[in-house]
């Protein structure tokens, strides 16, 4: 029973662009969503998180926003570079914090130049 | 200050073998996950520790499966008599404190084939 899907599997974007991608969960109790970025070779690196309380969170060129009816999430590149090429990871929680994440299977972000 | 480490990246073994894999929790911390990522799968919680304690073991699987976190030394996650299935990209993180923190720190993996 997959708790966190997400979505697309793989994301081509143009250098400059806006990458999009987006999870939806089905445990009410989740109340923590975290965003995690893996390059090849190394773990995940939490990137960006979320808490129920607030819509929409933004640091940097990451955004996360957040529909608690609609029990979706989606992470937000702006201005998308090369470097942003990696796998991103959604993941959602009980308890607030990081034990027990549930992992989206993953979007593989390819930034062109 | 050193990340997670966790030893060795890369682990062969044939079927019916042990393995262990080792990870050491960024200095300060005492609070230990290990997850496994299967190919094209996100990662999977598998087993949260502190120093001497398990704290929660339900995402491991009921046989061939353990992990200590010693009083000295670093955390292990052992696999008896290993089949094929068991081979996947195992990751340790840490965290300083409980399960209420947010910021969890991953390792690089180790990446455990069985032939």
């Known amino acids: 029973q997959q708790q966190v899907k997400q979505s697309p599997q793989s994301l081509i974007v143009q250098k400059g662009g806006i990458s999009i991608i987006n999870c939806a969960y089905e445990?009410?109790?989740?109340?923590?969503f975290p965003w995690y970025q893996q390059f090849p070779g190394k773990g995940p690196a939490l990137l960006i998180a979320?808490?129920?309380?607030?819509s929409e969170k933004k640091e940097g060129r990451f955004t996360i926003s957040f529909n608690k009816s609609a029990k979706q999430f989606s992470l937000h590149i702006m201005d998308s570079q090369p470097g942003d090429s990696a796998t991103y990871f959604c993941?959602?929680?009980?308890?607030?914090?990081?034990?027990?994440?549930?992992f989206g299977k993953g979007t593989k972000l390819t930034v062109n130049p | 200050n050193a990340g997670v480490m966790q030893n060795p990246r890369h682990l062969v073994r044939r079927r019916g073998q042990e393995a262990r894999l080792r990870c050491s929790p960024m200095?300060?911390?005492?609070?230990v996950y290990w997850y496994r990522q299967l190919p094209e799968e996100g990662l999977k919680f598998m087993v949260y520790?502190?120093?001497?304690?398990?704290?929660?073991e339900s995402g491991m699987p009921k046989e061939r499966f353990s992990a200590e976190f010693p009083k000295e030394g670093p955390s292990i996650l052992r696999i008896q008599q290993v089949v094929r299935g068991d081979s996947a990209a195992y990751f340790c993180?840490?965290?300083?404190?409980?399960?209420?923190?947010?910021?969890?720190?991953f390792g690089s993996g180790t990446q455990l084939s069985v032939l």
């Open positions: 445990n009410t109790a989740f109340d923590y």
């Open positions: 993180a840490s965290s300083p404190r409980g399960p209420t923190n947010e910021k969890l720190f």
């Open positions: 520790l502190q120093k001497e304690n398990i704290i929660d």
């Open positions: 979320i808490r129920p309380d607030v």
């Open positions: 200095k300060g911390h005492s609070h």
């Open positions: 993941a959602s929680s009980t308890q607030g914090g990081s034990e027990k994440l549930v």
